[in-house]
């Protein structure tokens, strides 16, 4: 079925003109289905999506470029260079699919996603995405998410499905567009009233689009999307992980260790970044776990993750935000209940900034939060 779509979505009509590089792209996805491997973010997406319609169920999609994406990697529309005619492979899928409804907004957060909220409160049985062209635009919608989305079911029991693609993580590219603010977030989480979550691979994100929809109950969905690794060489998946399994809320890293000193906790990118450091430095004593569900906390996952680890490891979390942001103040207590062990912390200090506007100075940081972890930088 994936082959037979990934074929589709990478068809155009007779005679229409696609940008030769757009093109590339779109076969460059259908040929990785084939061979079995080297699926990457973009392409999980689209196969999502894909399957999705073709049930029947219909999809919704809103944001700043989210037609062809912000860093270029989606491009769900097609247009021909010539005439300017636009085409939607996914509104070409089959006789009877759900209908692909995919907008450009303008910007101005607190209306778009206040409309979606409720959009997708009158569409249940469909999927309403709203991305955000960085995550730090969620800043102008905060009454929506405070007042309705965090606490609609509480409050009206009215349920909502949305879905928040926020783009998140340290990139050396200055304070506003660093951070999704996935502390605000999780600041909100009580009651099971949504889900935050912060994917690593395609497959775990093909997982959680799919599960959204066929899940019973419908509560919003917060993800930390990715910049750099839309396009980096490990962060792909092979076939068989989105055709089989489902989304695991906690990722070990099967490197085989038999004593290990420490394991270290994280989520999202950073855990590539670590994987990297550690086999540089020829490391075989050191497990990276990732969350990739924040809330609802996989307590029961990552208790089972550790066993077996021993008891003289120790116990750290790891992340690129400052202390007093990202997931930290929020996990560390919930860490402890799980593992029986006060987790450590390494990461950037306490600050009112997300990140640095320094280039340079976001690199030292970098690098001394890596070495940290590893343990590079023990006496």
């Known amino acids: 079925d994936l082959v037979a779509l990934a074929e589709q979505l990478a068809e155009v009509p007779a ?86 409804d995919v907008y450009n907004s303008h910007l101005s957060e607190y209306g778009v996603l206040g409309f979606e909220y409720g959009y997708a409160m009158i569409r249940p049985e469909g999927l309403v995405i709203w991305e955000a062209q960085f995550g730090d635009f969620a800043n102008t919608a905060q009454a929506v998410i405070d007042l309705f989305i965090s606490s609609g079911q509480s409050k009206w029991q009215r349920l909502s499905g949305l879905v928040m693609l926020l783009p998140h993580g340290m990139e050396g590219m200055g304070p506003e567009h660093s951070s999704a603010r996935p502390e605000r977030f999780l600041q909100l989480c009580a009651d099971d009233n949504m889900q935050v979550c912060n994917p690593t691979t395609p497959a775990q994100y093909f997982h959680l689009l799919r ?83 924040i809330y609802p906390f996989p307590g029961a996952p990552l208790q089972k993750a550790l066993q077996g680890l021993g008891k003289r490891y120790k116990l750290i979390w790891v992340q690129e935000e400052p202390a007093n942001m990202g997931a930290w103040r929020f996990v560390e207590p919930l860490i402890e209940e799980a593992s029986g062990k006060r987790p450590g912390y390494i990461g950037r200090k306490a600050s009112s900034s997300p990140a640095t506007g320094v280039p340079a100075m976001y690199k030292r940081e970098h690098a001394a939060v890596l070495d940290e972890a590893v343990g590079a930088l023990d006496a």
Not at 43 to 49: D, I, R, T
């Open 15 to 100: 005679g229409f003109s696609v940008n030769r590089k757009v093109k590339r792209g779109l076969d460059k996805r259908a040929a990785a289905v084939k061979a079995g491997q080297g699926i990457d973010w973009a392409n999980a997406e689209s196969l999502a999506l894909a399957s999705i319609l073709k049930s029947g169920r219909p999809i919704r999609l809103s944001g700043q470029d989210v037609r062809r994406g912000t860093f270029s990697q989606r491009h769900s529309v097609l247009f021909d260079t010539r005439t300017g005619a636009g085409y939607t492979p996914l509104n070409h899928l089959a006789e009877n699919q759900g209908r692909f």
């Open 211 to 293: 599960r959204q929809v066929v899940a019973k109950h419908r509560l919003p969905l917060v993800v930390m999307t990715p910049k750099s690794l839309l396009r980096h060489p490990l962060a792909v998946s092979p076939t068989r992980e989105l055709t089989s399994g489902t989304f695991k809320p906690v990722l070990v890293d099967a490197t085989g260790q038999t004593s290990v000193k420490r394991a270290l906790l994280c989520s999202g990118k950073l855990y590539y970044q670590l994987l990297e450091r550690r086999t540089q430095l020829g490391l075989t004593d050191t497990v990276i776990i990732r969350l990739e569900q």
